[in-house]
Structure formats: structure tokens, C-alpha cells
């Protein structure tokens, strides 16, 4: 039996979380990635299974070896609202067009840029893609898995009583 | 294993105490507070872990870390992790998830169905959808990211370091598109 097995596993982890990282800026720079958050969770997926790997394979035993799949699973979660913030944040992507004009913008240029309805419209083709709503005569209604994603965060809104929030 | 059950008994007693304050307490910068209690936990565990015994009185021999440092240290690691990757994300998207709010919006509507037209209306309680972007400009205004000058937004210094730092990552990883 490995004499530091807690240390093995947490580095094992902490390796493959590393791994996992640089897969993901490796395959999403030289691949024009389709399902991009599914790719990153396959990534930390395939690093949580090497961790368990290379445990077992350093004689590590198997409930410290868990601890190394944890460092990943923590990995993963601190490492996915950092990606969605470089992906998806529409404050990010805003500094980033303020920044691109020479002169700034004004309010009415930015207005311009992101129309309402084409905002609107992009983000509820996303959300019917990703099987959250689906349209029934003209209007969008929610899927069982549409409601699975609301109904816990309107419960979390009324117990901390935030605002509408958007 | 003491290290991970105490951090989940932190991050427990985290998460209640965030529930406290925000129903008792009218807070205007919610992220903050949440920041202040969850480091208030951290001498919390850091008091739990050295008081009590490495075996909680409860473990079988095989489940005690004989390097307690480290188990402590991992331990402490889950609990931030738990936070900045699990409450924090959660009161952001429950605050500011465009998707999650159009998803509320449609959930919550009499007939639990919107057309686009009345998406765009009802977005954000009722508030419309002018009103997430006007959200978006006053936080970065707010957070000093940009500056009004004679009317026109213009990046500060800060900002043009995260501009740069999100423009370079949203190149390389070759985002054009938010997904």
C-alpha cells in the first residue's frame, strides 16, 4: 500500500484537473466544437476515470483514490462558471465591443447592436435546441426538463428573496 | 474524511446563513455578503478541525487520515469550492441567468406559454427586455469597467485588461458566438 496515499490522489487529481484544462484549450482551438459545455464535462469526465487510473495504479486505496476524483469534480466546478463568464457573458462581450470602438460607444450604438428581438430570438432558438422549451401554436411552453431547471431556482428566488433578476 | 464532512457541515452551515440574512436583512450587495459569511466559516472549520478528534468519535480507524494537515487543507479546498463553484453560481444565475429568467418568465405566466412578443415584454417580471441590457451597462458602470464621457461609454483601465484577457481567451478558444 502507497505509505502517502492521500497525497497521490490529491496530486493525481490535481494533475489530470491540469489535463483537463489544456485538452479543453487544445481541442476547442484546433476543433470547431458543436456541443461545447458537453465537451468540457467529457473532458473533466475523462480526467475524474485516469485519476481512478493512475490511483489504483500507484497503489493507492480505493477510498483515498476518491479523493482524487473529488479534486477533479472541484476542478470542474470551479472551472465551468469561468468558462461560461469567457463564453456566454454578456457583460464580457460588452467591455470587449466598448473597448473595440475607437470612441466608445453611445447607449443608442449599443441598443443598435443588440436589437431585442434578435437577442430575444437567439437565446429562445439556444433554449429550444437544448430541449428546455418547445413551440406549440406560435408560444413557447416548457419541456419536463424545462421545468426541472425553473422550478428549483424560482424556490431558491423566494426563499432569498431576490428580485425578478435577468 | 473528517476534512470533507467538516466542509460539508461548513458549507451547510454557509448556505443557512445565507438564507438568514437575506430574508432578514434588506442587502444591497448580495455577492458581497455572501463573500463576508463564507469567510467567516473559514476559522469556523479551521476551530473545528484542530478541536475535535480525527476520528469525530465516529469514524472506523481505516477512514482516519494519519497526515492531518493535508486532510485539513482538502478539506478546506471542498469548502471553496462548494462556494465560488456552487452557492455563488447559484445566486448568479438565480440573479442574472438571461435563459433561466425567459424560462421563469414562460413558467409563471398564466398560461404557462409566451410567444416571443410576450417574452420580450414580460421579461424580468415585466420589466422588458431593455431593461437586462440597461442591468448589464449600470453593474459595469457600477464596477468601474467603463466610464460615461460626454455621453459615450468608454473602457477604463480595468476594463481594457479584461477586455483584452476575455477577447484574447474568447479568440484563442475560437467563441464568436454566446452559447
Not at chain 1, 100 to 124: D, F, K, N
Not at chain 2, 8 to 32: E, N
Request: glycine letters at 10%; one cysteine or more; hydrophobic letters at 50%.
Amino acid at each position: 500500500m502507497n505509505p502517502d496515499a492521500l497525497g497521490t490522489a490529491l496530486r493525481a487529481g490535481a494533475a489530470w484537473t491540469a489535463a483537463a484544462v489544456v485538452g479543453h484549450f487544445v481541442v476547442f482551438h484546433f476543433v470547431r466544437v458543436e456541443h461545447r459545455a458537453r465537451t468540457v464535462t467529457l473532458l473533466f469526465a475523462l480526467a475524474a476515470v485516469a485519476t481512478l487510473g493512475t490511483c489504483l495504479l500507484l497503489d493507492v486505496d480505493r477510498w483515498r483514490a476518491v479523493y482524487g476524483v473529488v479534486v477533479v469534480a472541484c476542478g470542474f466546478l470551479l472551472y465551468m462558471p469561468f468558462y461560461y463568464t469567457v463564453a456566454a457573458s454578456q457583460s464580457v462581450q460588452l467591455v470587449i465591443e466598448v473597448r473595440a470602438a475607437a470612441h466608445g460607444l453611445s447607449l443608442a450604438q449599443i441598443r443598435r447592436r443588440y436589437p431585442v428581438e434578435e437577442t430575444l430570438g437567439g437565446r429562445l432558438e439556444t433554449l429550444a435546441w437544448a430541449g428546455y422549451i418547445v413551440g406549440v401554436g406560435g408560444r413557447f411552453v416548457l419541456t419536463f426538463k424545462g421545468r426541472l431547471v425553473s422550478r428549483p431556482f424560482r424556490a431558491i428566488k423566494k426563499l432569498w428573496r431576490l428580485g425578478p433578476g435577468g | 474524511m473528517k476534512g470533507l464532512l467538516l466542509a460539508a457541515a461548513s458549507s451547510l452551515l454557509c448556505v443557512a446563513a445565507v438564507t438568514v440574512v437575506f430574508r432578514v436583512v434588506d442587502v444591497p450587495r448580495r455577492a458581497a455578503a455572501m463573500l463576508g459569511i463564507f469567510l467567516a466559516t473559514i476559522p469556523l472549520y479551521v476551530a473545528a478541525y484542530v478541536l475535535t478528534p480525527a476520528d469525530l468519535r465516529l469514524l472506523p480507524g481505516w477512514l482516519v487520515e494519519p497526515r492531518g494537515f493535508l486532510c485539513g487543507a482538502f478539506g478546506l479546498f471542498v469548502h471553496a469550492a462548494l462556494f465560488f463553484g456552487g452557492w455563488l453560481q447559484v445566486y448568479n444565475l438565480a440573479e442574472r441567468g438571461f435563459s433561466l429568467r425567459i424560462l421563469i418568465d414562460i413558467d409563471e405566466s398564466p398560461a404557462r406559454a409566451l410567444s416571443a412578443e410576450e417574452a420580450e415584454a414580460a421579461y424580468g417580471g415585466g420589466r422588458g427586455m431593455g431593461w437586462m441590457l440597461d442591468k448589464r451597462i449600470e453593474g459595469l458602470l457600477s464596477t468601474r469597467l467603463i466610464v460615461e464621457r460626454d455621453g459615450r461609454l468608454m473602457a477604463t483601465g480595468k476594463g481594457t485588461r479584461a477586455a483584452r484577457l476575455f477577447g484574447g481567451l474568447r479568440a484563442f478558444l475560437r467563441i464568436d458566438t454566446p452559447q
